[in-house]
């Protein structure tokens, strides 16, 4: 799978990735977002989720707490995972992991998912830099219209 490095000055170009990523996006994808703490992976999933859902103040919650958040958008349904304070992947049975699979998903802290995570999913990378942020996209060439 091919990747691509963006390097976003801003939390406006976060969300202008993001609503790229969004108008490709269609039920049975899967993107992955990895980071440290802080890096900005709500930010680009909200920002993701308000673009599907055409709907630029949506309330979108974190799901930290929750561990999912689910959408119904034109776009189809949405399933936002946060998987940070999971120890493994077999909690996601419950959490209704095959299900989500049929619309569109967001995991932050994919590493959890362990030998759930699919194998063609878009990764996102993410890191602080300074006073922006820089991503790693790695997926199917169809992405990187997006970059």
Not at 3 to 26: K, N, V
Not at 62 to 67: C, E, H, K
Request: aromatic share 6%; hydrophobic share 45%.
């Amino acid at each position: 799978m091919p990747d691509s490095r963006l390097t976003l000055p801003d939390e406006t170009a976060t969300e202008a990735l993001a609503a790229r990523l969004a108008a490709l996006a269609r039920p049975g994808d899967v993107l992955l977002l990895s980071g440290p703490l802080g890096a900005g992976k709500t930010t680009l999933a909200r920002a993701f989720i308000r673009a599907c859902a055409a709907d630029p103040v949506l309330e979108i919650p974190s799901p930290t707490f929750t561990l999912l958040q689910s959408y119904d958008t034109p776009a189809g349904p949405i399933a936002h995972y946060d998987l940070w304070r999971l120890t493994g992947h077999r909690a996601m049975e419950e959490l209704g992991w095959d299900e989500a699979l049929s619309g569109i998903v967001l995991v932050e802290w994919p590493d959890r998912l362990g030998p759930l995570t699919p194998p063609d999913a878009l990764r996102l990378a993410i890191s602080l830099t300074g006073e922006g942020r820089e991503i790693v996209i790695s997926g199917e060439t169809r992405w990187f219209d997006a970059s």
